[in-house]
Nanobody, 125 residues
Framework: QVQLVESGGGLVQAGGSLRLSCAAS????????MGWFRQAPGKEREFVAV????????DHADSVKGRFTISVGNAKNTLYLQMNSLKPEDTAAYYC??????????????????WGQGTQVTVSS
């Protein structure tokens, strides 16, 4: 079955960097969009970034643009999120997701079928 497994979260000081990884298995994702979302306690899950695997086209939320970068590995089965210049407000559980949406770079959670279990990122001030 399809599995998405995130790793790379942790505790970091403000201004630091982390790279999240998401290992995808169980099917081919070349025709899918894959994304990162995050959810802080008491808040709704929000869009962070998305990539169209077949073309490499990306979209990032305004709140992370210029600081975070989404990418896929050469084998197209690992998703990455490079996070630089981290801020305390970036603290959240981060989830990777995959979906065969009719939209090219979907931002809505309903456009994604497969989800990972999440990895915690905590940024201290």
């Amino acid at each position: 079955q399809v599995q998405l497994v995130e790793s790379g979260g942790g505790l970091v000081q403000a201004g630091g960097s982390l790279r999240l990884s998401c290992a995808a298995s169980g099917r081919t994702f070349s025709s899918y969009s894959m994304g990162w979302f995050r959810q802080a306690p008491g808040k709704e899950r929000e869009f962070v970034a998305v990539i169209r695997v077949s073309t490499g086209s990306t979209d990032h939320a305004d709140s992370v643009k210029g600081r975070f970068t989404i990418s896929v590995g050469n084998a197209k089965n690992t998703l990455y999120l490079q996070m630089n210049s981290l801020k305390p407000e970036d603290t959240a559980a981060y989830y990777c997701a995959a979906g065969a949406s009719r939209y090219y770079l979907p931002r809505g959670t309903s456009e994604y079928v497969y989800w990972g279990q999440g990895t915690q990122v905590t940024v201290s001030s």
